[in-house]
Nanobody, 128 residues
C-alpha cells in the first residue's frame, strides 16, 4: 500500500485547508486510516482516524474544527481543517493499517503504533 498526501500550505489563523491522501490498493477491503501531525521537536500524534465502515475519531484538540472523510471511488481520504490555529503548524502524515483492528477506532485509532504504512507528509503552516 502506498500513500501520498497533498494539500498542505501556509494560511493565516482562522483559515482553512483540505488535506488529501491517495491510497493505492487499500480502499476496497477492511482498513483503518488516520491523520497524524508532528511539529518540530515533538512526537508524532494522532489527529483523526476513520475505519472502512465509516466510524471515526478525533483528538480533543481538533474536535469541532477538523473533519475526516473518505471517498472510496477515488481511493482517497481527506482532512478538512477549519479555524486553523498557529499551534496546528506541523507536518501532517497519512497512515493506514489493514485489516481493520477488532477494537473500535475510538480506543486506539490515534496510536501511531498500529499503522503499517505511512505517507511522506505535507507541511501545514499557520501564521498569527
Amino acid at each position: 500500500v502506498q500513500l501520498a498526501e497533498s494539500g498542505g500550505g501556509s494560511v493565516q489563523a482562522g483559515g482553512s485547508l483540505r488535506l488529501s491522501c491517495a491510497a493505492s490498493g487499500l480502499m476496497y477491503g477492511s482498513y483503518r486510516m488516520g491523520w497524524f501531525s508532528q511539529a518540530p521537536g515533538k512526537e508524532r500524534e494522532g489527529i483523526a482516524a476513520i475505519d472502512s465502515d465509516g466510524a471515526s475519531t478525533y483528538a480533543d484538540s481538533v474536535k469541532g474544527r477538523f473533519t475526516i472523510s473518505r471517498d472510496t471511488t477515488k481511493n482517497t481520504i481527506y482532512l478538512q481543517m477549519n479555524s486553523l490555529k498557529p499551534e496546528d503548524t506541523a507536518m501532517y502524515y497519512c497512515a493506514a493499517t489493514w485489516p481493520k483492528p477488532q477494537y473500535g477506532v475510538g480506543i486506539y485509532g490515534l496510536s501511531v503504533h498500529q499503522y503499517k504504512s505511512w505517507g511522506q507528509g505535507t507541511q501545514v503552516t499557520v501564521s498569527s
